[in-house]
């Protein structure tokens, strides 16, 4: 149980152009997804907390307009990265807020997206 | 500022052997502390947790150790076996207000761990 998807798995495509990635949590429901960004050998760092049916929340440093994200419905966020240049080229992983483990809330990962801008 | 200090980065160690990760943190307000293990190419996976209240968890061959007081915790790998190797993460959860009076954790991860064992 507890399993998040994201599609797609890897994309490449050229720079100024708008790319979609989806997650979506498979046997729950979601109602607070996380977007992190990861650099080769990096750890992650968390771009924004989405809410269904509310705006993102960004962190500091993060472009809201670049980074659109929304949460349609409960198992379903959606990252758009606007006019894509190669330094936006990264390993992108959601996550989503699921079934508590031990009482306390957890986070289950997606496999992660892979973004090449040429 | 890196909220959680994690060491060593990278590690390399014996088939049947003990894989040990340690991990630091600051605030007291963290009341949650996952590991996770990454993959190349995929996301992370819930490998093992701990609250404060607890000073010792075991689930099969892994174990974290927490010390409160020092505000350290480690993870330790025992029989380390080849499909081990992996990235190992750990993290820190701290509750944050997010209207309405509801709160969630929010997680600061670790820098990481590249754990080789060796056959």
């Known amino acids: 149980g507890a399993v998040v998807s994201q599609h797609p798995s890897w994309v490449i495509c050229k720079s100024g152009t708008s790319v979609k990635i989806e997650c979506r949590s498979l046997?729950?429901?979601?109602?607070?997804m996380f977007w992190y960004r990861q650099f080769p050998k990096q750890s992650l760092m968390l771009m924004a907390t989405?809410?269904?049916?509310?705006?993102?929340?960004?962190e500091q440093g993060v472009e809201k307009d670049k980074f659109l994200i929304n949460h349609a419905s409960l198992t379903l966020s959606t990252l758009t990265v606007t006019s894509a240049h190669p330094e936006d080229s990264s390993f992108y992983i959601c996550?989503?807020?699921?079934?508590?483990?031990?009482?306390?809330?957890?986070?289950?990962f997606g496999p992660g997206t892979r973004l090449t801008v040429l | 500022q890196q909220q959680v200090k994690q060491s060593p980065q990278s590690l390399i160690v014996q088939k049947g052997g003990i894989s040990i990760i340690n991990c630091a943190y600051e605030?007291?307000?963290?009341?949650?502390f996952p590991w996770y293990q990454q993959f190349p190419g995929k996301g992370p996976a819930l490998l093992i947790a701990i609250r404060p209240d607890v000073s010792e968890k075991k689930e099969g061959r892994f174990t974290i150790s927490f010390n409160k007081s020092a505000k350290q915790f480690s993870l330790h790998i025992m029989d380390s076996q080849p499909g081990d190797s992996a990235t190992y993460f750990c993290?820190?959860?701290?509750?944050?207000?997010?209207?309405?009076?509801?709160?969630?954790?929010?997680?600061?991860f670790g820098r990481g761990t590249q754990l080789t064992v060796w056959p």
């Open positions: 989405s809410n269904e049916g509310s705006k993102a929340t960004y």
């Open positions: 996550s989503a807020r699921g079934p508590s483990a031990g009482g306390v809330d957890t986070q289950y």
């Open positions: 046997d729950f429901q979601a109602t607070t």
């Open positions: 993290a820190a959860s701290i509750r944050v207000r997010v209207g309405r009076g509801s709160t969630l954790g929010r997680l600061y």
């Open positions: 605030n007291t307000a963290f009341d949650y």
